[in-house]
T-cell receptor
Framework: GNSVTQMEGPVTLSEEAFLTINCTYTATGYPSLFWYVQYPGEGLQLLLKATKADDKGSNKGFEATYRKETTSFHLEKGSVQVSDSAVYFCALSDRRQAGTALIFGKGTTLSVSS | KAGVTQTPRYLIKTRGQQVTLSCSPISGHRSVSWYQQTPGQGLQFLFEYFSETQRNKGNFPGRFSGRQFSNSRSEMNVSTLELGDSALYLC????????????FGDGTRLSIL
């Protein structure tokens, strides 16, 4: 079945450091891929998405490229801020199926200090 | 544009009771999905409704059920509550199709005593 694997956290960085959060997926079809972010006490917010191979999603300085050959969708940011501290979830949805069910990774907690 | 609204934000119930959670999607969105979030299992898909019909279902027991109304608002019901049902229940809406991102509400925190 479909699944998503994320690197275990927590990830602790200093402000302005480079961020990478690894995400790999298993899917029999051609999924759409997403990164969501969750701040304390809130629901999930879509950070970026990619719907086909080699697509690059980007938003607020974050980027991720859909790599079909390595089945990966790693999240990167060149210079993190304290306000980026949150839990990040990688997710996929199977486009072969009707509907929009998302399969999530376990989440990676990012803590950025000034 | 108003976001996804979930009510109530917090609930405390005891074992054996039942509970109903409500979700109002973004205006114009016809798909509503429900997820359970726990520290141990993470985010798990419960079910999805589209045009008042259940379109997808996750791997949860029959105690978990839902419905969608003609205005796309959705409710989920959990009967015979167990301690393990304590979780954050998230609702998400989208226009349609798996290419469209889902927009999440802030969730209902359910605690079972």
């Amino acid at each position: 079945g479909n699944s998503v694997t994320q690197m275990e956290g927590p990830v602790t960085l200093s402000e302005e450091a480079f961020l990478t959060i690894n995400c790999t997926y298993t899917a029999t079809g051609y999924p759409s891929l997403f990164w969501y972010v969750q701040y304390p006490g809130e629901g999930l917010q879509l950070l970026l998405k990619a719907t086909k191979a080699d697509d690059k999603g980007s938003n607020k300085g974050f980027e991720a490229t859909y790599r079909k050959e390595t089945t990966s969708f790693h999240l990167e940011k060149g210079s993190v801020q304290v306000s980026d501290s949150a839990v990040y979830f990688c997710a996929l949805s199977d486009r072969r199926q009707a509907g929009t069910a998302l399969i999530f990774g376990k989440g990676t907690t990012l803590s950025v200090s000034s | 544009k108003a976001g996804v609204t979930q009510t109530p934000r917090y609930l405390i119930k005891t074992r054996g009771q039942q509970v109903t959670l409500s979700c109002s999607p973004i205006s114009g969105h016809r798909s509503v999905s429900w997820y359970q979030q726990t520290p141990g299992q993470g985010l798990q898909f419960l079910f999805e409704y589209f045009s008042e019909t259940q379109r997808n279902k996750g791997n949860f027991p029959g105690r978990f059920s839902g419905r969608q109304f003609s205005n796309s608002r959705s409710e989920m019901n959990v009967s015979t509550l167990e301690l393990g049902d304590s979780a954050l229940y998230l609702c998400a809406s989208s226009l349609d199709s798996s290419n469209q991102p889902q927009h999440f509400g802030d969730g209902t925190r359910l605690s079972i005593l």
